[in-house]
C-alpha cells in the first residue's frame, strides 16, 4: 500500500502550525520513527492576514497565495492537504478546487466531532477571530448538524482579538484570566461546549494544560483526523 503523506499548508500562524506538527508527533500512537506519519510542511508566513481581508477586500488578498502553496504541496506529493488556521476556510471552496487530492476541514471535521464524542449537546459556543465570525463558517457547520450556537458579544469578540493578535501572535503571554472569562459567558449563555475555533487559542489550550471536555480544539481534532487518514492511531486522551 503506497504511503500516505500529509501535506500541511502553514504559516497562518506560525506558532499555531509548529504547535501542529508537534501535536502530530505527540498524538501517533508510535514505537518508533518509522510509526509516524510524512509529512510535507511550507510554513508560509508572509500569506496576507486572512481576517483584514474578509473585513476589507481592499485587503491583499490571500487566496493566490494559498491556491499556489496547496498546488506546491500537491506537485510535491501530498496525499491530503490541511491547512492549521480556522479562518483561512472561508476560501477553503476555491483551495479545493485548485487541487486534485482532498483538502481535510477543520470547521465541519470539529462540529462533526463534537456530534460524535460528546452528548447531549444542543448549543455551541464559537470562539474564533472576527473574520471567521463575520464568514459564517462555523454557523453553518452547527446549523448544517441541527445544533444552535452561540458567538461573542462586540465587546468579547474584540478582547478576544486583542488576546489573538497582540498577545499569542505577537509572542506574549496570554491573558488566561480574560480568555476563561468569556468562555464562561458562553456557558452562561447556555452552551453544551466551546469551540475553539482559532489556533492561537489552541495554543492557549496548550500553554495552560486545559483539561476541558467542553472546550474542544479545533487543532487537536485536526491532528487526529490526519493522522487517521494517513494509516495510523492516534493517542487516547
Known amino acids: 500500500m503506497k504511503e500516505k503523506i500529509l501535506g500541511v499548508l502553514g504559516g497562518v500562524g506560525p506558532l499555531a502550525t509548529v504547535y501542529f506538527m508537534d501535536m502530530l508527533v505527540k498524538m501517533t500512537d508510535a514505537q518508533s520513527d518509522q510509526g509516524h506519519i510524512p509529512v510535507l510542511c511550507f510554513n508560509h508566513s508572509t500569506i496576507p492576514d486572512r481576517t483584514a481581508y474578509i473585513l476589507d477586500h481592499r485587503c491583499p488578498n490571500p487566496l493566490p497565495v494559498m491556491e499556489a502553496d496547496a498546488k506546491l504541496l500537491e506537485q510535491a506529493g501530498a496525499s491530503y492537504i490541511v491547512i492549521p488556521c480556522n479562518t483561512a476556510h472561508y476560501f477553503y471552496e476555491q483551495l479545493q478546487k485548485a487541487v486534485r487530492i482532498p483538502i481535510i476541514n477543520i ?131
Open 107 to 237: 470547521i465541519t471535521e470539529t462540529v462533526s466531532y463534537i456530534t460524535d464524542h460528546l452528548q447531549n449537546v444542543k448549543k455551541i459556543g464559537i470562539l474564533a477571530t472576527e473574520g471567521t465570525i463575520a464568514a459564517g463558517s462555523y454557523q453553518k457547520a452547527c446549523a448544517d448538524r441541527g445544533l444552535d450556537f452561540a458567538i461573542p458579544n462586540k465587546s468579547d469578540l474584540q478582547s478576544l482579538m486583542n488576546i489573538i493578535y497582540r498577545q499569542v501572535k505577537a509572542g506574549k503571554e496570554a491573558d488566561f484570566e480574560e480568555f476563561m472569562r468569556i468562555i464562561g459567558v458562553m456557558k452562561h449563555d447556555g452552551c453544551d461546549a466551546v469551540i475553539l475555533g482559532c489556533t492561537e487559542l489552541s495554543i492557549i489550550h496548550r500553554d495552560f494544560h486545559m483539561k476541558r471536555m467542553d472546550v474542544v480544539d479545533s487543532l487537536e481534532v485536526l491532528a487526529k483526523k490526519s493522522i487517521a487518514l494517513c494509516g495510523k492511531k492516534a493517542v487516547e486522551g
